[in-house]
């Protein structure tokens, strides 16, 4: 029968091991408590206690050493992770562990799931935005079988752990194994709503618009345009070839038409990129990565693009089409279509990607002035 006494004292002494940095694996630490006290776990292991006993324990050191100010760190956290989450968009990362749980304490990681069959796509991200990252391979035995993680620590100022997992895993029920149950994640959006629900006034545009002043928003573009290299169409609807040919034809066209039209430029040139993070659903994706960085006026084009063929080839519902005809951009949303359209020449001569996101930039300077 296991002795709770006994179970409590194990808990405490783990606990402290991990509070204090001493060990990071709940087993390494249960195990050396239990020796420490004498006590042969592989014969009583009912005095084990469950991860979730220690993990509440370091909770109430966190409490005792750091007070009211590991709730400030937890909200800092949970802001730099949305941060970091908006970077990585394309990668469809999920904020999981104790930033999301509120279970910090004073040293915690930021820990995110990214998705992507390619790990080079998140490291040469992470060197676009000058952030030191080193990729790490752990090999976990469990229940006898053995699997390998890949893992990317990300130092800034806090530290980063990124596990990349195959795009196929995005709906997969990964188990926690603090509760044995379905890990707690948040997705950009869930995220924002957390912090909106601790925090009625919080507008994450606002709070982050510093930060994302650090990043340069065309490298952001560029980040996200180069990909669709790779992304091949279908020669039904697209004869021109990959997805980034197809983009740089689009925005030659509105070069023509609006040269001095910056919002609509973005727009035709960044109307696609959600095709290299979900082929399935490139418009929500395009807008999810691309949140923050474009005015009202660019995301309206680029979110209702694939509504404005609809619209023109009689599919789209009465309703919707009653929205679109009243908006202010309709005219511009049904030329963006034309362009669209148009752009699928093969062997059309465009410029280079850095050229198109040269004249953007030049015309946005221009406007400051």
Known sequence: MADERVRRQIAFLA?????????????????????????????????LPA???????????????????????????????????????????????????????????IDLHVFTDSLALVTDALDELALPHEVQQKRVVKHGEARVFTHVQVEDKFHYELTVYPEDKLSYVFKSSITG???????????????????PDFDPDTVLEVEFEMLDRFELFRMLLQPLEGVKQ???????????????????????????????????????VGKAIDPSNHVEAALQALEGTITERTEFLIAHHMDAHAYQDGTLGARA???????????????????????????????????ALAFIRDLEDTDGD
């Open 51 to 109: 991860n979730r006993e220690i993990r509440d324990q370091i909770q109430a050191f966190a409490r005792m050493h750091e007070g009211p100010k590991r709730l400030d760190n937890l909200r800092e956290m949970r802001l730099a992770a949305l941060r970091m989450m908006r970077l990585l968009a394309r990668f469809r990362p999920r904020l999981i562990g104790s930033v999301l749980t509120g279970h910090v304490r004073k040293g915690s990681d």
């Open 234 to 272: 279908s020669a039904k609807w697209h004869p021109e070839g990959d997805a980034l040919y197809h983009s740089l034809q689009v925005f030659e066209l509105a070069r023509e038409e609006r040269p001095y039209d910056e919002e609509f430029l973005i727009a035709a040139l960044l109307h696609d």
């Open 321 to 355: 089409r009653t929205r679109l005809q009243n908006h202010e951009d309709f005219e511009d949303l049904m030329l963006l279509r034309e362009l669209d359209r148009r752009g699928r020449v093969s062997g059309a001569l465009v410029g280079e990607l850095s050229e």
């Open 15 to 47: 606990a402290q091991m991990m509070y204090q940095r001493l060990e990071t694996e709940y087993f390494t630490a249960k195990r050396k408590a239990a020796k420490s006290l004498g006590v042969d776990y592989r014969h009583r292991p009912g005095d």
């Open 181 to 199: 149950k379905a890990i707690e994640r948040a997705s950009i959006a869930e995220l924002e709503d957390l912090l909106k629900a601790e925090d």
